[in-house]
């Protein structure tokens, strides 16, 4: 794996362009440089409520963050997910029922994250290069910004 200082200098890098987008886009963040954790509040558009997401970060960017969504108390559980919602094009959310944020720069979309992409994506070192149609962000800052788009079609949270 990715020696921790180096995660670190890349994360330090990238947590800072990705404050210059929340502050633009009205999300909390917060990073944990020593247990590589980064936090993020925003609301939800349907129902202004708090979104709390969590992307565990150790190992990037040999693979991408495991994010989860997690409630007000940091516990990872379906409802503390946003639905689905139809997106434009026929395009499917990022938000799964399994739950699981489901998109190539999420480790736990994948198989060795017991993800719901057993066979069609590798493994989570392949992110950069999943065959699809899909968003490509390759920073934290654009991984936020697809949650962020893919929330305004959330029509409120899974049960």
Wanted: charged fraction near 15%; aromatic fraction near 10%.
């Amino acid at each position: 794996m990715v020696p921790k200082v180096t995660t670190r200098a890349v994360v330090q890098h990238e947590f800072s362009l990705a404050e210059v987008w929340a502050s633009r886009h009205r999300w909390e963040l917060a990073l944990n440089i020593d247990t590589l954790v980064m936090t993020c509040t925003t609301r939800h558009p349907a129902n202004r409520e708090n979104v709390f997401l969590n992307a565990e970060l150790f190992g990037y960017r040999a693979v991408p963050p495991a994010w989860l969504c997690v409630d007000a108390h940091g516990t990872h559980a379906k409802g503390a997910y946003p639905a689905p919602g139809p997106l434009p094009g026929g395009k499917s959310s990022v938000f799964h029922s399994q739950p699981v944020i489901c998109a190539p720069f999420n480790r736990l979309a994948y198989a060795d994250g017991n993800g719901p992409h057993k066979q069609d994506w590798g493994h989570a070192t392949n992110w950069l290069s999943v065959p699809g149609d899909f968003a490509r962000p390759t920073t934290l800052a654009e991984m936020l910004q697809v949650l962020e788009t893919h929330l305004r079609y959330s029509p409120g949270w899974m049960t």
